[in-house]
């Protein structure tokens, strides 16, 4: 098969080859023989997959690409003419034929076994009773194309299986744009099953089944993760629905990679909000992460909707029209989870609709997940579990639960966060009312105690403070020792007034800029953001910010940056790192642990020649009061802050052996003002711990009522 129809990337490319994008980049300048670029722009160009792998197998021993990267070439070299999803469709639907006759992995003629798939596939919607699926088709790739991505298709099925496959593709395309509930990952969909008491049969979690029924259905199901956990944990009767028709194919397919598309399964295609497709109270289940925050679901249109048995949602708080739309989908007695921001529980303009449900009695729990928990959403996102109530039933309390770490930067393990809501859960179960609250992490309220002006149903804001444990005292008593430690290491740096030494008179100000054009140092301006075409390759590295310079920090953050050494060198040490705004200029140089780093969006980079211009000189003089007042002068302000042009700054004319005398002393006060920032820092954090300590002894002492 030739691969002249699959273009990649220089990023491709190092994927490819297992090498930074950096070598690509390399590559390409050294070796005459590397491929010419067939596409794309000067930036970002795009190369023939097949001229890549011959060069690849000549020069890098590279002998073939992995079979899934391969698929997944063709499939995006598809994206100009077709959307990326919808080829995924059509390779799913040959990936499940190859899933379902496994005889077929041997063809000759992946084409016409393309076709052929594509019309079971069809049919067995049509005898599921989905016929108003398979009649609305995803765009077609076009024929000239079919060829490579079927042949691609068949030989990733080969090695890792058609499943595999497919799921691989699925993941790919997440990473690539992200969006709606088929970004939930497993876990999450397992952990909301269980919430709503749906337990696969191998599951023993010693808590009570709560009596879900045999019928789920998820409202805004994307490409199906929920109704597949619900399928994990034995349900038939799956009931989904989504307004993008891709998404919906996408679902079904993984539902029948996983024996799960039956006549008892019904998937629609359309708004849920503007247009349920299923009737009310049908379903003994509703698993939902809806679309966050949207402004265009039918307020207006949808203000009369008998739905809003708990009050109009306001505008701009579509996710409570979605949580109601879940209940009305639920029988008295059934249950509901909802995946919510966290801006739901707690927004004035929803605290109506929040006190009537929690009068009403529909709230069971409200969870906390830690950032970052829910795929790509780098906020605390919250599971509310949801109950209708029949009629004339009383109120149970509501367990509130926050899994966030308590230490800041702490990233809390996956299992870690299931296990704990799972105990919780399972403890709630068992008795409501006589719930042990686990102070800082778990408690059970009752509705009258949520009932307040703000009706806030954030758990942190309802948890009693962590009781002080033997660890607490420990980690307290090595921060005052760290503490007393730093104290007299400042102490040691304390600056003496400097002595005034005869001689050494300045011949005259010069300007770095002068300096620059004289070949005595460079100065790199900050690197423009640039669009997706023009941005070339990319890698992952550690960043140095502005704010990092000014706090006298190490590289603060790690993020995508131009991986092209000539446009983006990374930073060295002995580099003058000069943020473009500050209150004041400021200016630090690059240590060893900086080294390796890339300047950030607002940093100017400095390079100096150390035989003419000292680093630490130059740092010291431009940042000094004298200096700042002319740059204020020559500077724009911007919200009281200075707008910086390093090339304005001025220093010395001073011997090069006279430079390292200064700046041998500024590199000492450097040294005290990094000491008095760290020893802010850890003051700061043997202060807070303190606090919570003594307001932990209020919570261990018992107290009157």
């Not at 491929?35 to 097949?50: E, H, I, K, N, Q």
């Not at 089944?209 to 998820?218: P, R, S």
């Not at 962590?466 to 008593?477: C, I, Q």
């Not at 090069?656 to 820092?681: D, I, N, P, T, W």
């Amino acid at each position: 098969m030739g691969t002249g129809d699959v273009e990649v990337s220089s990023a491709d490319i190092a994927r490819i080859a297992g090498v930074k994008p950096t070598a690509v980049s390399n590559w390409r300048r050294r070796h005459d023989d590397f491929p010419r670029p067939v596409g794309g722009t000067d930036r970002s160009p795009r190369f023939d997959l097949g001229q890549v792998e011959e060069w690849l197998s000549t020069h890098r021993q590279v002998t073939s690409i992995d079979p899934d990267q391969r698929l997944w070439q063709a499939l995006d070299s598809l994206r100009a003419s077709v959307p990326a999803d919808s080829v995924l469709v059509w390779v799913g639907v040959l990936l499940l034929h190859l899933h379902r006759e496994p005889g077929d992995l041997d063809t000759d003629d992946p084409v016409a076994l393309r076709g052929g798939a594509r019309q079971a596939f069809e049919d067995s919607l049509r005898r599921a009773g989905l016929a108003a699926l398979a009649d609305q088709r995803p765009g077609t790739v076009p024929d000239e194309r079919s060829e490579v991505l079927a042949d691609a298709a068949v030989r990733a099925a080969r090695q890792s299986g058609p499943r595999a496959a497919f799921e691989h593709l699925l993941g790919r395309l997440d990473q690539r744009a992200p969006s709606g509930s088929h970004t939930v990952p497993p876990e999450l969909a397992d952990l909301m099953a269980r919430l709503a008491g749906i337990r696969s049969g191998a599951e023993d979690t010693g808590a009570e089944d709560t009596g879900a029924g045999d019928t789920v259905a998820d409202p805004a199901c994307g490409r199906g993760e929920l109704l597949l956990a619900a399928a994990r944990g034995g349900r038939r009767a799956l009931l989904g629905q989504d307004r993008d028709p891709v998404s919906v194919w996408l679902g079904a397919l993984r539902l029948a990679f996983a024996d799960a598309l039956s006549g008892e399964a019904d998937l629609r295609v359309a708004d849920a909000l503007r247009s349920p497709a299923f009737v009310a109270g049908g379903a003994d289940t509703v698993l939902c992460a809806p679309p966050f925050g949207e402004r265009n679901w039918g307020a207006e249109e949808l203000a009369e909707d008998p739905r809003w048995t708990h009050g109009v949602p306001p505008r701009l708080e579509s996710d409570l029209a979605w949580v109601q739309h879940c209940l009305s989908q639920v029988r008295p007695g059934g249950s509901a989870v909802v995946l919510m921001p966290p801006g739901a529980a707690q927004r004035p303009s929803g605290r109506r609709v929040r006190r009537s449900l929690l009068r009403a009695g529909v709230f069971r729990a409200v969870v906390s997940l830690p950032p970052g928990f829910a795929a790509h959403y780098a906020v605390p996102l919250q599971l509310w579990v949801l109950h209708r109530p029949d009629r004339d039933e009383v109120p149970a309390p509501v367990l509130l639960v926050d899994t966030a770490p308590h230490e800041p930067g702490q990233v809390p393990a996956q299992a870690h966060v299931v296990d704990l809501v799972d105990r919780a859960w399972k403890g709630y179960l068992a008795d409501p009312n006589g719930f042990a609250e686990q102070p800082g992490t778990a408690r059970a309220l009752e509705v009258a105690d949520l009932m307040d002006e703000d009706v806030d149903l954030t758990p942190r804001l309802h948890l009693p403070l962590p009781r002080t444990s033997t660890g607490d005292l420990e980690l307290f008593a090595e921060r005052r020792r760290r503490l007393e430690g730093a104290l007299r290491t400042l102490r040691a740096l304390l600056p003496e007034a400097p002595r005034v030494e005869p001689g050494g008179d300045a011949a005259g100000l010069v300007t770095l800029g002068e300096l620059a054009r004289a070949g005595s140092v460079t100065i790199r301006r900050p690197v423009p953001r640039r669009s997706a075409e023009e941005a070339g390759p990319r890698t992952s590295a550690r960043v140095v910010t502005g704010e990092d310079v000014v706090r006298g920090a190490a590289p603060s953050r790690t993020g995508e940056v131009d991986a092209d050494p000539m446009r983006n060198p990374p930073i060295q040490e002995g580099d003058v790192l000069v943020p473009a705004v500050a209150r004041r200029p400021a200016a630090r140089v690059a240590t060893a642990d900086d080294e390796g780093a890339y300047p950030g969006g607002g940093l100017y980079v400095v390079r100096t020649n150390p035989g003419a211009v000292d680093p630490w000189f130059l740092a010291g003089f431009v940042t000094s009061s004298g200096e700042s007042q002319n740059t204020a002068r020559v500077s724009s302000s911007m919200r009281g802050q200075l707008r910086v042009d390093p090339a304005r700054m001025r220093l010395p004319v001073l011997p090069v052996e006279e430079q390292r005398r200064y700046g041998e002393l500024f590199r000492q006060v450097s040294r005290f003002r990094e000491a008095l920032l760290e020893f802010q820092e850890w003051g700061g954090e043997l202060a807070d711990q303190a606090v919570d300590l003594i307001a932990g002894q209020w919570e261990t002492t018992d107290h009157p009522s």
